[in-house]
């Protein structure tokens, strides 16, 4: 059973940075994708990067694009989220995903087979 470990989130002061980590675990295979998603109060999941870890390419979401960089360890099944310059909008719980292949834009939900439990980020002014 594949399993998503994730690490990091909790409280930061706005302006600061942040590290969530993820691995996989259980799966014999590849991942084509690995991300994150977040999911803020009262709104839809939406995605905030991922990496085609094949290549390495990388995607942002336009929200967090210049101040994040997602990247994969040498396994290609964990990957590293470094997020500067936090923002209170940046608030949500915020979600590791992955699959062994997409076919909808790495930004939507549904493109991934696995999740994480989930790590909730709260960014206070």
């Known amino acids: 059973q594949v399993q998503l470990v994730e690490s990091g989130g909790g409280s930061v002061q706005a302006g600061g940075p942040l590290r969530l980590s993820c691995s996989a675990h259980g799966y014999t295979g590849s991942f084509d994708w690995m991300g994150r998603l977040r999911q803020a109060p009262g709104k839809e999941r939406e995605g905030v990067a991922a990496i085609y870890t094949g290549t390495g390419s990388t995607r942002y979401a336009d929200s967090v694009q210049g101040r994040s960089t997602i990247s994969q360890a040498n396994s290609k099944k964990a990957v590293t989220l470094q997020m500067n310059n936090l923002k209170p909008e940046d608030t949500a719980v915020y979600y590791c995903?992955?699959?062994?292949?997409?076919?909808?834009?790495?930004?939507?939900?549904?493109?991934?087979?696995?999740w994480g439990q989930g790590t909730q980020v709260t960014v206070s002014s």
């Open positions: 995903v992955s699959a062994p292949f997409i076919k909808l834009p790495w930004y939507n939900p549904s493109a991934y087979n696995y």
